[in-house]
């Protein structure tokens, strides 16, 4: 049989122990609330310089991007350059609104680019009648510059070169040039071959006047050097003999008197003659 003075003991202490349990429990679902939030905040804290960072990257880069397309990106620059203002002024949330407003103009801007893409590209259609490239912007863009130009004219100087045959007339020069023009183009020299090409049609054609001869470098003379030929006269001083056009002695330095006559003919003699006028016989 139960004790009733114990009953009533044991019942308030198994009343205070879950009061106290309850309350425990209340206060560590507290703590547990109010820590979790403060790591949060703190955590928010930590990573909002991050954050920051990479949204003012991602919009350089979109917009980087766009402006290489050819889309006008002024009002995203603008927002980007307040993002970096208050990136570096440590207000990282504002960096980070402006960076996500540079984001939605940046999307603006390429909706409006596509837009007038699809508008050029219907009045294209509109005018062609089809949007694929015309067979001449194919060539245009596959082949290199002059090369069309350049095979077509070799063919035409050909043509011009078998009827110049057959009519009798001389070919050789035409056909000279033809060969340097299709040695140009096999070495991709395409706008070499198209004046070779053209010269060798104008050739055929008896358009083109001859090229002159090479004019062949000739050797300078030399300038011939007179050389003193001896005579039969004598220096009368001392009796050495004479050069002619000896003026003085070179033994004794006495000056050599001109002969006033021939000393074959006897016919008179001037001051500057080299021959004697008579009978060409050379005046020592």
Do not use: W
């Amino acid at each position: 049989m139960a004790d009733p003075v114990i009953d009533p003991i044991v019942n308030n202490a198994l009343l205070i122990v879950l009061t106290i349990l309850v309350i425990l429990t209340v206060v560590t679902l507290l703590e547990l609330r109010f820590f979790r939030s403060l790591m949060k905040r703190r955590q928010a804290r930590v990573d909002l310089p991050d954050q920051a960072h990479n949204a003012l990257l991602t919009s350089k880069a979109i917009a980087d991007t766009l402006r290489g397309s050819g889309v006008v990106t002024a009002e995203a620059d603008d927002a980007i350059r307040d993002a970096e203002v208050a990136y570096r002024r440590r207000n990282y949330r504002v960096a980070i609104a402006s960076a996500e407003r540079a984001r939605g103009l940046l999307k603006t801007a390429k909706a409006r680019q596509d837009k007038l893409g699809d508008l050029s590209r219907l009045q294209r259609t509109r005018v062609t009648g089809s949007d694929e490239p015309t067979t001449k912007e194919t060539l245009q863009k596959e082949l290199p510059p002059n090369y069309a130009q350049a095979k077509f004219t070799m063919s035409l100087a050909e043509e011009r070169i078998v009827n110049a045959r057959g009519a009798g007339r001389a070919t050789e020069a035409a056909e000279g040039l033809l060969q340097s023009a299709r040695a140009s183009f096999d070495a991709k020299d395409f706008t070499g071959a198209l004046l070779l090409a053209s010269k060798s049609r104008r050739a055929a054609d008896a358009d083109l006047p001859p090229e002159p001869a090479a004019v062949q470098a000739k050797a300078p003379v030399p300038p011939q050097v007179a050389i003193p030929r001896p005579t039969d006269r004598t220096c009368a001083s001392c009796g050495a003999a004479l050069l002619t056009g000896d003026t003085f002695c070179r033994k004794c330095g006495v000056k050599v008197e001109q002969r006033t006559t021939c000393t074959k003919c006897g016919a008179p003699l001037k001051a500057d003659d080299t021959f004697c006028r008579a009978c060409g016989t050379p005046v020592a």
